[in-house]
């Protein structure tokens, strides 16, 4: 998402558009600010669709209080103002009610951020506020209590939750974490007890979210891999909007030859991702001026090891992450499809990917094309980048039946 050269209402319209889009809001509900450089507040309409929503309805709100726009600015002005005044380094202000994340406000709560260690570090520490009224300045008042803290997360109780950041991306990027975490930690105790990871985990994603390699210019790009860097990019923005992924989560990958395969970036928002943003990593060195993901040595040792598979995808879907986070089995026999699909489904300890990448890569050595990394996400091997996906598709699928069975028949 390129916010730099665009208006700030039209900021608020694309992510506002997005959180519908997603179920993360109502027409009625939620509301987004933006304070630019001037100091003005750029906020959504009250009682304006939120599923129609357009630059021009956006309502800018004056340092000396005069409203500019065609409609009245959002009732919760007055917490969106309060934060501003009180947090001088927040430039954006995101409110919505999401229905993961409402049932955790409803039950005074805050979803564990450490089931999936990568997604902890995203959201930061998650703090709560208080029931007050919508509107108030009292609502105001307990949201700055936890984020005069320096926490961009708060759930608000019997509300919803407001996220805040230095850009209205990184607002967006928390809000949306916090609310897979919720939907995770929901589907787990459907099956079982979860179980988080500890500092050890969230060291190990800090101190290996760049991997180290050296560079290369590329002097051509054929039409091969002009035809993978589109499908790639084509099957990764089909993720997002399947919620497969989130903006900041999921690694595609795909052969290109005996020593060379293009691989997703690190840091790019995956539902705008484009095909010039795939980093090609050609005899262990990375494309110039790229940043390739994390898990790249892995990537690199599977293709290495395995000359049948010619596509990889790391992802961490809610449904099939409930499995990777309690010591429940995922049973791939459960269907003929899956079993079909699938085969066996292996389990392989938190981090290995990362710390032992040629052990992680033997899991795959048996004609198991499917692996649940604890605590982390499910791989998924094939000859092709539709098979890769297929798989991903299937064991998110199965692993939603199987959630729904087990409310049926303890069994399961």
């Given at each position: ?181 919720a939907r995770l930690e929901i589907n787990a105790n459907r099956i079982g007890t979860p179980a988080g990871q500890s500092q050890y985990g969230m060291e190990l994603f800090k101190h290996n979210r760049y991997a180290e390699m050296g560079e290369f210019y590329p002097e051509n790009c054929d039409g091969e891999e002009m035809r993978a860097r589109h499908e790639m990019c084509k099957l990764v923005r089909r993720a997002y909007n399947q919620k497969l ?168």
């Open positions: 998402m390129y916010f730099e050269s665009m208006h700030p209402a039209d900021r608020i319209v694309k992510v506002m558009e997005r959180i519908y889009g997603c179920g993360m809001t109502t027409t009625s509900g939620g509301n987004i600010s933006i304070k630019d450089d001037s100091g003005d507040v750029w906020i959504t309409p009250a009682g304006v669709d939120k599923g129609s929503l357009a630059g021009r309805d956006i309502v800018c709100v004056r340092k000396d209080g005069t409203v500019v726009g065609n409609h009245r600015p959002s009732s919760e002005l007055p917490f969106h103002s309060y934060i501003y005044e009180q947090r001088p380094d927040v430039k954006a202000v995101l409110h919505a009610h999401p229905p993961a994340l409402v049932a955790f406000s409803i039950a005074g709560r805050v979803p564990d951020t450490t089931l999936v260690p990568n997604m902890g570090i995203v959201c930061g520490e998650v703090g709560i506020a208080g029931f007050a009224p919508s509107g108030s300045r009292e609502l105001g008042e307990k949201i700055v209590q936890v984020m005069g803290k320096g926490i961009n997360a708060v759930i608000l109780e019997n509300h919803g939750i407001v996220a805040a950041g230095e850009d209205l991306f990184k607002a967006f990027v928390v809000f949306e974490t916090l609310e897979f975490c992924l989130t903006s900041t989560q999921g690694t595609f990958s795909c052969r290109l030859g005996s020593n060379s395969f293009l691989i997703t970036p690190c840091g790019k928002d995956r539902k705008d991702i484009e095909p010039e943003d795939m980093v090609r990593i050609e005899n262990g060195l990375k494309e110039k001026g790229k940043i390739p993901d994390s898990a790249v040595e892995f990537h690199r040792i599977m293709y290495e090891k395995h000359p049948h598979i010619n596509s990889i995808i790391m992802a961490s879907p809610p449904n099939i992450m409930a499995f990777a986070v309690t010591k429940k089995a995922f049973d791939s026999k459960a269907t003929p499809e899956s079993h079909i699909v699938l085969g066996n489904v292996g389990r392989l300890p938190f981090g290995l990917e990362l710390t032992h990448p040629e052990r992680a890569a033997q899991a795959f050595e048996k004609g198991n094309p499917v692996a649940i990394i604890e605590n982390d996400c499910i791989i998924a091997a094939a000859d092709s980048l539709t098979g890769a996906y297929d798989r991903l598709e299937v064991a998110e699928f199965t692993a939603k039946a199987l959630i729904a069975a087990a409310s049926l028949d303890e069994s399961y």
